[in-house]
């Protein structure tokens, strides 16, 4: 295994080396089976699960391994085992809140330099959820990238990419077919050796079948869709990566139709751009946009410069964000209670040795 080439960077490498010990490696998560992983490692691929004190001291979802992530290992190569002792610093995460009522975080894929946000040209089609995508994205540390696929479906786009432009503002758009090949060449660029790309999208964009044309093998399964709406069923069911023949690394998801935020404060700011500039002209600075005297935003609504679908779902982000914050300062106070629970045992356990 050559790490640079499975994304190894200058910055992990100062991170191992301050923990570093004999009989200690480090190796790459590719899959994710409950609390089983499998990792690329200099002695191959081996699988590897968590150490009791890992599990002992992690009280947070997000601090345990993703598909993405670099851990620091004890293999038992004859085995073909290893623990994982310890998950090394991300420089990137992408994230949404676990399904269900508690507030979770789920990291969706790790260390990953460009997201490719797959949306179909078909009746899939939604310009609102390529903006929470994009909310996403952005947050992650991620640099976002817009594929839309199916192009044979549809061959006249001008009006559908006029669409994206209109809330992606800066970010790279790519008409593409996993079917036909027709623009693949454009995103190869990308896909360069020691990078890693994420596919993420809803069920039935397209993200197995374009997995398949970088990999130019059949790896993963694909399906059509409903024929009633063009939506998909859930192909993909666990999130993988995989290394390219030309060198790149490649993640591929399921699909993702509700999309719960975390805290995308920054990604709802860089998603909407417009409306935040457009805000710094209200009035009152801590202007809601709801009827105050002097809004700016309400302005551009009604000399119809701003989309009234657009402020709606981005007051719509917002309310989503207050909510979680509210909940996640809740779950960190009980956090740090589990904690201090946790070392006052432990001291406790000592003094009796």
Not at 64 to 80: F, K, L, S, T
Request: proline share 3%; charged share 25%; hydrophobic share 40%.
């Amino acid at each position: 295994m050559n790490k640079w080439t499975w994304g190894w960077t200058p910055a992990l490498e100062e991170a191992f080396d301050q923990i570093k010990e004999d009989g200690l490696a480090v190796g790459r998560v590719t899959l994710q089976h409950k609390r089983l992983y499998r990792l690329q490692t200099e002695y191959g691929e081996l699988l590897a699960e968590l150490t009791g004190k890992f599990r002992y001291e992690t009280t947070r979802v997000e601090e345990y391994p993703a598909v993405g992530d670099w851990v620091v290992i004890r293999p038992r190569v004859a085995e073909g085992r290893a623990s994982i002792e310890a998950v090394l610093p991300r420089f990137s995460r992408f994230s949404r809140k676990v399904a269900g009522r508690t507030w979770e975080e789920q990291i969706v894929a790790a260390n990953v330099d460009t997201v490719f946000l797959v949306n179909a040209l078909n009746q899939d089609f939604n310009v609102r959820r390529i903006e929470r995508y994009l909310t996403l994205a952005w947050e992650s540390g991620a640099q976002p990238v817009i594929v839309l696929n199916k192009a044979d479906l549809y061959p006249d786009v001008i009006d559908k990419v006029a669409q994206v432009e209109a809330v992606a503002l800066g970010v790279p758009i790519h008409v593409v077919s996993g079917l036909t090949g027709k623009g693949l060449d454009e995103l190869m660029a990308y896909l360069q050796p020691g990078k890693t790309v994420a596919l993420l999208g809803s069920s039935g964009v397209g993200k197995s079948t374009l997995t398949n044309c970088f990999l130019g093998t059949e790896q993963q399964e694909v399906q059509a869709v409903r024929a009633g709406d063009d939506k998909g069923k859930h192909t993909t069911t666990y999130r993988e990566l995989f290394l390219l023949p030309q060198g790149g690394c490649l993640i591929d998801t399921p699909g993702m139709r509700g999309i719960k935020l975390v805290d995308q404060e920054h990604g709802v700011q860089e998603t909407f751009e417009e409306i935040e500039q457009l805000a710094l002209s209200c009035r009152f600075t801590d202007c809601q946009h709801q009827g105050e005297p002097g809004c700016a935003v309400e302005l551009a609504l009604a000399e119809g410069r701003l989309a009234p679908k657009r402020l709606a779902n981005y007051r719509k982000l917002l309310r989503e964000l207050a909510y979680y914050e509210r909940k996640e300062n809740r779950q960190l106070a009980h956090a740090e209670k589990e904690i201090w629970k946790k070392r006052s045992r432990q001291a406790k356990i000592h003094a009796r040795k």
